[in-house]
């Protein structure tokens, strides 16, 4: 068994309401915010056996999983994560997907 702190920060367009806090930390393991503040904190253990655990958590949580290679794509995967959340903080929102096409 394997163990892991997922932590995934989250902006917000306005600073979120007590209740919305409540929901969230109802959810998962730890969620930190400072008041006055749109940025919200998760964070969740995740112990995963194998692959088709981690599969399942992915799932869970109503996302597709996608094999993305090795561990030498974790880099060129964090930039893009990135230049996503850049992009979508600058008018684009958060409604798009970068993707790539070899011929």
């Given at each position: 068994m394997v163990g892991y702190d997922v932590s995934v920060t989250v902006t917000m367009r306005s600073s979120?309401?007590?209740?919305?806090?409540?929901?969230?930390?109802?959810?998962?393991?730890?969620?930190?915010?400072?008041?006055?503040?749109?940025?919200?904190?998760?964070?969740?253990?995740?112990?995963?056996?194998?692959?088709?655990?981690?599969?399942?958590?992915?799932?869970?949580?109503?996302?597709?999983?996608?094999?993305?290679g090795g561990l030498a794509m974790a880099h060129a995967l964090e930039w893009a994560g990135i230049l996503l959340v850049g992009v979508a903080r600058n008018g684009a929102g958060f409604d798009i997907a970068l993707g790539t096409h070899v011929p």
């Amino acid at each position: 068994m394997v163990g892991y702190d997922v932590s995934v920060t989250v902006t917000m367009r306005s600073s979120p309401r007590p209740h919305e806090l409540e929901v969230l930390a109802d959810q998962f393991e730890a969620v930190e915010h400072d008041p006055g503040s749109t940025t919200v904190k998760i964070i969740e253990h995740v112990a995963v056996s194998d692959e088709a655990d981690a599969v399942a958590f992915v799932e869970s949580m109503g996302t597709r999983p996608l094999d993305a290679g090795g561990l030498a794509m974790a880099h060129a995967l964090e930039w893009a994560g990135i230049l996503l959340v850049g992009v979508a903080r600058n008018g684009a929102g958060f409604d798009i997907a970068l993707g790539t096409h070899v011929p």
